[in-house]
Every structure is written in C-alpha cells, then in structure tokens.
C-alpha cells in the first residue's frame, strides 16, 4: 500500500499482524510523507516464491529497499513495530546511504532483547522459543488451533481482543489460518535466534551503528521506571534509549500509553512523536546534512 506526499517513509508491522496495522496512524502520516505499507515477507498477502534460503532481517531488508527503488525512493525514512522494528534496524545498518531516519516501536535490537531474558520475560515472550524451534514441529502445533493461538497473543498484547475492532482482528485471523504464514512467522522468530543474532553480535563487536538519526517509542507499562531520573535528567540504565545509544549517536524517544500495538493501542501518541521526528529528519541524508 502507498499514498501521502512528501518525503518518503517506509512503515513496517509486526507479529502476527499485516499493514493494516498502521491504518490509525498512516492517515495522519499521509499529510506529510509519501507512505509506503508493506507486508513483512511471508505475512498477509506477502507470498515469496520459497521460504529457502530463510527470509533473515538482512534478506527482508535488501528486498524492501529494492521495492523502494522500484517505487522511485532511494533514501528514505524507516518506522518499525516489533518484527518490523528489528528489519527496520538491520535495512538501516546494511544500507546506512538508504535511510534518512529510523524509528522502533517497542523494540531494542535482538542482542540486547536476549541478553536481558530471565525466567520471567521467557514465561511473557515464551512465543519467541516457541516458534523458533526446529521445523516442522510448531508448525503442526499451530495448524490445530490457529485461531486460539492468534487470538491469545493480541489479546495479550493489546491487554484484551475488544481493544482490536472486530474487522481488523478477522484480517488478522484470515491470514493466520495460511500454513504458508504461519511458516513464514517460525522462519521469522528462528532468524531471530539464529542468524539475525549473530549479525547483531558481529556488529556490536565490530562498533557499527546506525549512523542516522533514531527515535524510541516504548509502552510504559511495559518498562515500568524507564523514564528520566528526575534528579539527573539522565534515562536510567534500562530505559530504550540508554540501550539504543550504544547502537547510534543521535538517538532520543518517549514513553506511550496503551500496550505492546502502539500503532493500535496508542495512534494519537505515536503520531504526536513521529511527526516531528520525522519532518526534521524524514528529508534528510543518513549523515543529517539536508539533501540537494
């Protein structure tokens, strides 16, 4: 999907969801930006042609900036929720000329996720060991209940289904109920843990970051006292911004209200957060000079 004008961003959605999960902000976005909507490889109505070699955050970042080029844009802007934010993050450090800014919606890098896993988050995030295991056991699991599946994790995520209109959570559904899709899904979270992890480690040693400008958007009740000292100013070690600035130098953000589907939960401050991020950086080289 495309439309607006101006500057172009690339809006990216997240697990398990489609593009219509930016369809309460991409309106307001379109006033200012030519938007382009995609479903990540695999998800929606995305249908690659093989699975094989896997769809790695660095194969969906080289293929979305080919279908940015064939739409005419060789430097854009990048906003990323969940699986989206971490294929956001990869596109901007392969291709640093390509992209003028990025934002992460609840998301810091994959390195950083995992570092911090305890019991705790395992037993919240236990999707992501789940669906990464080998080939082709989840994928049968699934198959026997993907409605009460799907169903069970937007419901968690969005804090109860009747958060997510009835219209909407069918798409979703519609779309899970695809054995290609939620093949698509397992690739996905067993990149993850495979080889998008080992392209994070080799660029954290390594000291690569992504040279434009970054902007964080968390949901405060996930990451309860990650707001600034109010003594200091200064973010506390955990808050997303403290850990973003290891990987960029320009980097700021804020808490939303609302659950993990910012995009669905919080739209109203999503938008009030991106669009000055993106007007003052959007149109802007990936080194902060303003293009020709």
Same mark, same amino acid.
């Given at each position: ?45 995305? /249908?690659?042609d ?57 998301v ?11 019991h /705790? ?11 990464s ?32 209109e ?32 080992a392209?994070?480690r ?35 070690? /955990?808050?997303?911004?403290?850990i973003?600035? /290891? ?46």
């Amino acid at each position: 999907m495309t439309g607006g004008a101006g500057p172009a961003v690339l809006l990216l959605h997240g697990y398990p969801q489609t593009h219509i999960a930016w369809r309460k902000v991409a309106p307001e976005l379109a006033r200012d930006f030519t938007l382009v909507i995609p479903d990540l490889p695999g998800y929606g109505a995305s /249908r690659p042609d093989s699975m094989v070699p896997r769809w790695t955050k660095r194969r969906v970042g080289t293929a979305l900036v080919a279908l940015m080029e064939r739409l005419g844009h060789t430097r854009f802007a990048v906003v990323g929720h969940d699986r989206g934010a971490r294929a956001g993050y990869r596109l901007a450090l392969d291709h640093p000329d390509r992209v003028t800014a990025y934002a992460s919606l609840t998301v810091i890098p994959t390195l950083d996720a995992m570092a911090a896993v305890d019991h /705790r988050i395992a037993a919240k995030a236990f999707h992501w060991f789940f669906l990464s295991q080998e080939a082709d056991l989840p994928e049968r699991l699934l198959a026997a209940a993907p409605d009460a599946f799907i169903d069970a994790a937007l419901a968690k995520m969005a804090g109860g289904l009747e958060s997510i209109e009835p219209a909407a959570l069918d798409v979703y559904r519609a779309a899970f109920r695809d054995p290609a899709v939620r093949h698509a899904i397992c690739e996905d979270y067993r990149a993850a843990l495979d080889e998008d992890l080992a392209q994070d480690r080799d660029d954290a040693a390594a000291g690569r970051k992504l040279r434009c400008p970054v902007h964080v958007l968390w949901p405060s009740k996930d990451w309860p006292g990650a707001e600034a000292e109010p003594a200091t100013g200064n973010p506390p070690i /955990r808050n997303p911004i403290t850990i973003w600035s /290891r990987w960029a130098d320009r980097v700021d953000g804020t808490p939303t209200g609302g659950g993990h589907l910012q995009p669905e939960d919080a739209p109203e401050e999503v938008v009030r957060s991106l669009r000055p991020f993106l007007l003052q950086n959007a149109g802007t080289q990936a080194s902060g000079k303003p293009r020709s």
